[in-house]
């Protein structure tokens, strides 16, 4: 009955995503960006001619990335959307030892939005990941999104002539 | 048998197969609301229905059915088991009805008087078992088999599956040919793979159209169901179809078809006054009923408007106090556009009398319900005594678009190809380019066009010089034009559109992504949208058809002007139709005699004027190159200032006869200079612009294909036939020319050392030379 977890590191630190919620892991080859988009939305690719909204953990969390991410990639399917959430490794396949529970101090402000609780494994507790807040990305922050973002072309209307 | 009746059948057929279970349900509890509401809209669909073919039986079957239902509905009649038993009957009935319909035998009429009387309030039980006869001969009918079907209905789920099998196979195909071709060549395997490669490609073609279907094939039903309509209500209505080009998904056609139906009935039978009330109210007599499909962004919308008598809010609002799905307070606070919407709520329908052809209070919601399934949207606007619009919105995911792929920065993006009227490129010496403030304009043909950088709409980088880039001149459904600057343009592709991640659409930018043959994923741009997003969409035209004063009158006030501070320092405006450039010129060229200025620009000598006496200024001029279409001025200014449009009102001015008058604009009055009397005064006609004709061998592929576009973009008309007088005539090799002949000959050889021995001959891949001795005759002609 122990629920099975996809182990990854995300920004160095130990998460769990619900093996069930898993389609597959990929290695994402070609990234074709998405300009104008949030800024933890990596870019497009594709598995198998279905393409794939490509999601940088790190920045979904709002973390300031030094690194690229790793090459390796969960597709989780959301509202019949799909997507690759990029992480820095995937490890390893481990059973859960315990339920989510909540940490008393919660986990601070960003891992706490994306998070179900905690878990055990046999390797130590990680931080269970709910993939719907995480591909929602961070909350309307604007150090989070990149300046551009939310920012109209600069051109102004102009009147057509006949 | 006919497409429409097949299609009739296999509906019918759906829908009885949907409501099977309802049915069941609804006789076991006859007080059930919602199930006696859906066998409700299946009669009324029914009856609806038949109003394109000719099954009387049908009509009055479901007529007998839909009116027990609706008193029923109405709370005048409980659902007791007769009544019960006679819908069903009747349900059955149509069930063998459209059987027989559909092998085309002549309908049997036998025991249909008794389904129907079963119905009647005063009808007694006795019928009862003759029903059950009458059943039974029919059961035993339609199990004998009729001939093959011609057509099939498939899943979507299958068509979908099949489709992504297909793009599969292309991927694979592609990556096999990369490996193929890295292997070197292999006659035995390659002739194969060609072979196989044709096919998919065949197959892939046909798989995408599986599911398109033209818009037309929900227009085709629309005349004949007008005119039959306003045939039996005494009224005349016109039809005008807009946009059946438009391709849809088969699916979302079938979706929408019920719906445009019930608009159309609803607007013939409620909207649409009689001849005589329409004369009264000082309207044509010939009602029009107007339908325009077009592709905006991700959806299509589609317009149905009429110049009817427009729906009555005091009745709609009265009725939904009267139904209880609002309070009076409401009623009050509501909006008169928020109280249209109440017609698409169950139950509300503002007809007085209950006519065969509609109005029973069912039909709006039932539109509304269907258009929601497909997430597409419909909104009402209307006006009293000038008519209503309906526009539904309906989403185009899934559908194959036509896309031209294009790149910008590295990075690929896809247009649907519907928008693109013309691909020029930024070199091409007819167009002109003024940037203006932060916005750049581009003249082609005489008109000024916004022109937008698609590397600044995606923020990837600034444009500087957009003579580098290719324009793809871009048409919108609402007429607007502009220009949209990317760095290459590669190919169209039929691209199969499928929905973005809702983050990424956020963006509003995109209309959805696609797998090009490559398999690499590339993103399709919401055209709309972004034109949208840079104030380039009018609203204006809103209504499609029929309101073409407003949309000038509209115009007019909005005229686009230039404002510019001349050189006495004062600030003026001029049309900005008039302005074909700005050009910043040494005062060399100026030349000025007494009161007569001139200044040289391009080798032509145009009239100065907007000096007023002044000194020029040292070193640079600034002018506004003025056109009318026949003559050119020039018009020194001190500054161009920035673009803007007329709104308030132009007060003449009677003391100087130079100004059209004055506007205000920003709050400061503002002259603007009058064109018509600035040309009246200076205007000089351009010699240079009357085209001289060239001659060019009749029947030669080069000289059609290469020689063909380079004199006309020296400025020429260009002729093959020998009757056409002729300015320059080019001829190839030896070939002889008319001794009388005053005009300049070219000989074009292709050995490139002959030309040296003869006049006039260059060889045929020396471009310079010629352009050299087209300019030289174009000098020769004109002087």
């Given amino acids: 009955m122990n629920e099975l977890l996809v182990m990854a590191r995300i920004a160095g630190k130990r998460a769990a995503f619900r093996a069930v919620e898993i389609q597959s892991v990929i290695e994402i080859e070609s990234i074709s960006p998405v300009p104008r988009a949030p800024d933890f939305i990596t870019g497009l690719t594709?598995?198998?001619?279905?393409?794939?909204?490509?999601?940088?953990c790190r920045k979904s969390l709002g973390l300031s990335v030094g690194a690229a991410p790793g090459v390796r990639a969960a597709v989780v399917e959301v509202e019949g959307h799909l997507y690759a959430l990029q992480v820095d490794q995937v490890e390893d396949v481990a059973e859960a030892r315990s339920a989510p529970e909540p940490v008393s101090g919660g986990l601070g402000e960003a891992w706490q939005r994306v998070s179900l609780g905690m878990v055990e494994t046999d390797d130590g507790p990680a931080v269970l990941i709910n993939v719907e807040s995480m591909i929602a990305g961070p909350p309307a922050n604007p150090s989070a999104s990149k300046p551009g973002t939310a920012r109209k072309p600069g051109n102004k209307p102009i009147g057509v002539s006949a | 048998m006919d497409d429409l009746l097949a299609e009739f059948v296999a509906e019918t057929r759906e829908m009885l197969e949907a409501i099977e279970g309802e049915i069941v349900a609804w006789e076991a509890d006859p007080g059930d609301r919602a199930r006696l509401d859906s066998i409700f809209r299946f009669v009324h669909t029914v009856k609806g229905n038949c109003g394109f073919f000719d099954f009387p039986q049908l009509e009055s079957l479901s007529h007998a059915a839909e009116s027990a239902l609706a008193e029923v509905r109405a709370g005048r009649r409980s659902a007791d088991v007769q009544l019960v038993n006679g819908v069903l009957a009747i349900i059955d009935r149509i069930g063998q009805l459209t059987d027989q319909i559909e092998i085309g035998e002549n309908l049997t009429t036998t025991g249909d008087d008794m389904l129907i009387a079963m119905l009647d309030n005063t009808a007694e039980e006795t019928s009862e078992p003759q029903e059950i006869q009458a059943v039974e001969t029919f059961s035993a009918r339609s199990n004998t088999p009729s001939s093959t079907p011609r057509s099939i209905r498939l899943p979507v789920e299958l068509l979908d599956r099949v489709m992504s099998g297909v793009s599969d196979?292309?991927?694979?195909?592609?990556?096999?040919?990369?490996?193929?071709?890295?292997?070197?060549?292999?006659?035995?395997?390659?002739?194969?793979?060609?072979?196989?490669?044709?096919?998919?490609?065949?197959?892939?073609?046909?798989?995408?159209?599986?599911?398109?279907?033209?818009?037309?094939?929900?227009?085709?039903?629309?005349?004949?169901?007008?005119?039959?309509?306003?045939?039996?209500?005494?009224?005349?209505?016109?039809?005008?179809?807009?946009?059946?080009?438009?391709?849809?998904?088969?699916e979302m056609i079938e979706m929408i078809r019920d719906p445009v139906?019930?608009?159309?009935?609803?607007?013939?039978?409620?909207?649409?006054?009689?001849?005589?009330?329409?004369?009264?109210?000082?309207?044509?007599?010939?009602?029009?009923?107007?339908?325009?499909?077009?592709?905006?962004?991700?959806?299509?919308?589609?317009?149905?408007?009429?110049?009817?008598?427009?729906?009555?809010?005091?009745?709609?609002?009265?009725?939904?106090?009267?139904?209880?799905?609002?309070?009076?307070?409401?009623?009050?606070?509501?909006?008169?556009?928020?109280?249209?919407?109440?017609?698409?709520?169950?139950?509300?329908?503002?007809?007085?009398?209950?006519?065969?052809?509609?109005?029973?209070?069912?039909?709006?919601?039932?539109?509304?319900?269907?258009?929601?399934?497909?997430?597409?949207?419909?909104?009402?606007?209307?006006?009293?005594?000038?008519?209503?619009?309906?526009?539904?919105a309906i989403p185009l995911t899934l559908s194959i678009v036509a896309g031209l792929t294009v790149a910008v920065s590295d990075q690929r993006f896809a247009v649907p190809r519907s928008f693109v009227e013309e691909i020029i490129h930024g070199a091409a010496s007819s167009l002109e380019f003024t940037r203006?403030?932060?916005?750049?304009?581009?003249?082609?043909?005489?008109?000024?066009?916004?022109?937008?950088?698609?590397?600044?709409?995606?923020?990837?980088?600034?444009?500087?010089?957009?003579?580098?880039?290719?324009?793809?001149?871009?048409?919108?459904?609402?007429?607007?034009?502009?220009?949209?600057?990317?760095?290459?343009?590669?190919?169209?592709?039929?691209?199969?559109?499928?929905?973005?991640?809702?983050?990424?659409?956020?963006?509003?930018?995109?209309?959805?992504?696609?797998?090009?043959?490559?398999?690499?994923?590339?993103?399709?741009?919401?055209?709309?949208?972004?034109?949208?997003?840079?104030?380039?969409?009018?609203?204006?035209?809103?209504?499609?058809?029929?309101?073409?004063?407003?949309?000038?009158?509209?115009?007019a006030k909005t005229r686009p002007i230039m404002l510019f501070v001349g050189m006495d320092g004062r600030r003026r405006a001029i049309d900005m139709n008039l302005v074909r450039r700005i050009d910043v010129l040494s005062?060399?060229?100026?030349?000025?005699?007494?009161?007569?200025?001139?200044?040289?620009?391009?080798?032509?000598?145009?009239?100065?004027?907007?000096?007023?006496?002044?000194?020029?200024?040292?070193?640079?001029?600034k002018l506004l190159r003025l056109s009318d279409g026949h003559c050119e001025l020039a018009y020194a200014v001190s500054e161009v200032a920035d673009a803007a449009a007329i709104e308030s009102e132009i007060v003449p001015s009677d003391a100087d006869s130079s100004i059209e008058g004055v506007t205000l604009v920003g709050g400061q009055p503002i002259p603007i200079i009058d064109g018509l009397a600035l040309f009246a005064r200076h205007g000089r006609t351009i010699r240079t612009d009357t085209a001289l004709t060239c001659r060019l061998p009749a029947d030669d592929d080069w000289s059609r294909t290469m020689l063909h576009p380079l004199v006309q973009a020296a400025g020429y008309r260009i002729t093959t036939s020998a009757e056409d007088s002729a300015d320059v005539i080019i001829v190839m090799e030896e070939q002889a020319v008319p001794a009388d002949t005053a005009a300049t000959v070219i000989r074009i050889y292709s050995d490139a050392d002959q030309p040296g021995s003869a006049d006039c001959g260059i060889y045929r891949y020396d471009r310079d030379a010629l352009m050299g001795a087209l300019k030289h005759a174009r000098a020769g002609k004109s002087q």
């Fill in chain 1, 46 to 56: 594709a598995m198998r001619s279905r393409s794939l909204t490509v999601v940088d």
């Fill in chain 2, 169 to 250: 196979m292309v991927l694979a195909r592609n990556d096999l040919a990369r490996r193929l071709r890295a292997s070197g060549s292999e006659p035995a395997v390659d002739g194969p793979f060609e072979r196989l490669s044709g096919i998919l490609n065949d197959v892939r073609e046909a798989t995408t159209r599986m599911r398109m279907q033209r818009i037309e094939h929900l227009y085709n039903p629309v005349p004949r169901l007008v005119r039959d309509l306003s045939a039996e209500l005494g009224k005349q209505v016109m039809v005008d179809l807009e946009g059946e080009d438009a391709e849809m998904d088969r």
């Fill in chain 2, 261 to 392: 139906t019930h608009i159309i009935r609803n607007a013939i039978d409620h909207g649409i006054e009689t001849p005589a009330e329409r004369r009264a109210a000082g309207k044509h007599e010939i009602g029009l009923l107007s339908m325009t499909a077009r592709q905006s962004g991700n959806r299509i919308s589609v317009m149905i408007s009429d110049d009817g008598r427009g729906l009555d809010c005091a009745r709609l609002g009265s009725k939904a106090v009267a139904a209880g799905l609002l309070t009076e307070a409401q009623l009050a606070e509501m909006s008169r556009e928020d109280l249209h919407q109440l017609i698409f709520e169950p139950g509300l329908s503002t007809a007085e009398t209950v006519s065969e052809v509609s109005g029973r209070g069912v039909g709006m919601d039932v539109v509304r319900a269907n258009l929601d399934k497909i997430g597409g949207t419909i909104r009402v606007r209307s006006t009293p005594g000038e008519g209503t619009l309906f526009v539904l």
């Fill in chain 2, 436 to 555: 203006l403030g932060d916005a750049d304009l581009v003249t082609f043909r005489g008109r000024r066009i916004p022109c937008l950088s698609l590397a600044r709409v995606l923020n990837l980088r600034e444009v500087s010089d957009l003579r580098q880039e290719t324009l793809l001149l871009i048409q919108l459904g609402t007429g607007d034009l502009f220009a949209l600057a990317v760095d290459r343009v590669f190919d169209h592709e039929d691209l199969v559109v499928k929905p973005l991640a809702p983050a990424v659409m956020a963006t509003g930018i995109y209309a959805g992504t696609t797998l090009l043959d490559d398999g690499s994923p590339i993103l399709m741009l919401d055209v709309y949208t972004i034109a949208a997003q840079n104030g380039l969409v009018s609203d204006v035209r809103i209504r499609p058809a029929g309101r073409d004063e407003q949309v000038q009158h509209a115009a």
């Fill in chain 2, 587 to 621: 005062r060399d060229a100026v030349d000025i005699e007494g009161d007569r200025a001139q200044i040289v620009i391009e080798g032509a000598i145009l009239p100065l004027v907007g000096l007023n006496d002044r000194p020029l200024p040292e070193g640079k001029i």
